[in-house]
């Protein structure tokens, strides 16, 4: 399957030195809003085609699907021109900024009988999956407790009045859309749409959210969210159950699961990765685009949706 590749950055090579794995995997072409960008990340993997020029990358006939790695803001609008245009896509979440956003994307996947699918990885992990299975042994569910705080490199230059992208809420960017929905995705996945929601947010000076919490209420139990890119947190996430605990070491790349019971027995749910993290979505990807599915089972649109509803807010 031939890959167009937007988005020139440390996230899209990682996607591809991952996918490179899959037997069926290839990179028809790569995008840049630049020529020189494009060229010298092309030439990096071996990619004749370059194009500045959209719309002829998707008419070109280099491209099956396209992996939309772009500044959040512009995904809609990118993912919508593939899709029109009978290219599947696996885009880089958030899907959207915005909940009609994202209803026009699914009604578009839908319409053209095209492949869509959020790129949110740690949900299709071998881990994670084995986690949806056993998660009935803590009982009944009390609380989740999931955080991703990682102090972003981007605040040292933000701090030296040097604004970049990762700081701009006109590209759709900060704490919680960057890091936050690493957490929100999966608590959807294992528990759905919460009933209420609070919300609370720490605002630099750009408009970005620099960092925030939430708190997900489900009648009974209840969610925990809290995420930064202006501080570190090294504690693993939970899933408190009355019959014991599951800890989760990293929720945005979850490998070591350990099921704790009460009475001091525990249980490694974790699945050894034989792949890079990334590697499982591209899998799941292509498995659709092949059963000519326009959505994962996994990660469906309406979990996208559903994301995108509580990022919005």
Same mark, same amino acid.
């Given at each position: 399957?031939?890959?167009?590749?937007?988005?020139?950055?440390?996230?899209?090579?990682?996607?591809?030195?991952?996918?490179?794995?899959?037997?069926?995997?290839?990179?028809?072409a790569?995008?840049?809003?630049t020529?020189?960008?494009?060229?010298?990340f092309?030439?990096?993997?071996?990619?004749?085609?370059?194009?500045?020029?959209?719309?002829?990358?998707?008419?070109?006939g280099?491209? +099956?699907?396209?992996?939309?790695?772009?500044?959040?803001?512009?995904?809609?609008?990118?993912?919508?021109?593939?899709?029109?245009?009978?290219?599947?896509?696996?885009?880089?979440?958030?899907?959207?900024?915005?909940v009609?956003?994202?209803?026009?994307?699914?009604?578009?996947?839908?319409?053209?009988?095209?492949?869509?699918?959020?790129?949110?990885?740690?949900?299709?992990?071998?881990?994670?999956?084995?986690?949806?299975?056993? %998660?009935?042994?803590?009982?009944?569910?009390?609380?989740?407790?999931?955080?991703?705080?990682?102090?972003s490199?981007?605040?040292?230059?933000?701090? +030296?009045? *040097?604004?970049?992208?990762?700081?701009?809420?006109?590209?759709?960017?900060?704490?919680?859309?960057d890091?936050? =929905?690493?957490?929100?995705?999966?608590?959807?996945?294992?528990?759905?749409?919460?009933?209420?929601? %609070?919300?609370?947010?720490?605002l630099?000076?750009?408009?970005?959210?620099?960092?925030?919490?939430?708190?997900?209420?489900?009648?009974?139990?209840?969610?925990?969210?809290m995420?930064?890119?202006?501080?570190d947190?090294?504690?693993?996430?939970e899933?408190?159950?009355?019959?014991?605990?599951?800890?989760? +070491?990293?929720?945005?790349?979850?490998?070591? *699961?350990?099921?704790?019971?009460?009475?001091?027995?525990?249980?490694?749910?974790?699945v050894?990765?034989?792949?890079?993290?990334?590697?499982y979505?591209?899998?799941e990807?292509? *498995?659709?685009?092949?059963?000519?599915?326009?959505?994962?089972? *996994?990660?469906?649109?309406?979990?996208?949706?559903? =994301?995108?509803? %509580? %990022?919005?807010?």
């Open positions: 399957m031939k890959f167009g590749i937007i988005g020139t950055n440390w996230i899209t090579d990682r996607f591809i030195k991952a996918a490179k794995a899959h037997p069926e995997f290839s990179i028809g790569v995008y840049s809003r020529e020189e960008k494009g060229k010298e092309a030439a990096a993997y071996g990619v004749e085609h370059v194009y500045t020029d959209i719309i002829k990358m998707f008419r070109s280099n491209i +099956d699907a396209v992996y939309i790695a772009s500044p959040n803001s512009f995904h809609v609008e990118q993912s919508i021109l593939a899709i029109e245009n009978g290219i599947h896509v696996l885009c880089e979440k958030p899907s959207a900024v915005s009609d956003e994202m209803d026009r994307v699914i009604e578009a996947s839908n319409q053209y009988g095209v492949t869509y699918m959020e790129a949110m990885k740690s949900t299709v992990t071998p881990s994670f999956l084995n986690l949806k299975k056993n %998660l009935a042994k803590i009982g009944q569910i009390r609380r989740f407790v999931f955080h991703y705080n990682q102090y490199s981007r605040y040292d230059k933000y701090k +030296d009045g *040097i604004i970049e992208n990762a700081f701009k809420p006109e590209l759709g960017n900060g704490a919680k859309m890091l936050g =929905v690493y957490c929100i995705a999966p608590i959807v996945h294992l528990a759905g749409e919460p009933n209420n929601v %609070l919300r609370n947010s720490y630099l000076s750009t408009g970005a959210d620099g960092q925030g919490s939430m708190i997900f209420d489900y009648n009974g139990k209840e969610a925990v969210i995420y930064s890119k202006i501080s947190s090294y504690l693993p996430s899933i408190q159950g009355e019959n014991g605990v599951i800890e989760i +070491d990293r929720i945005s790349d979850p490998k070591q *699961i350990v099921l704790r019971y009460r009475d001091g027995k525990t249980e490694d749910l974790s050894p990765h034989e792949f890079d993290t990334m590697y979505e591209l899998e990807f292509i *498995i659709c685009v092949n059963k000519q599915q326009v959505e994962s089972a *996994i990660n469906t649109h309406e979990i996208s949706r559903q =994301v995108v509803k %509580l %990022l919005e807010g």
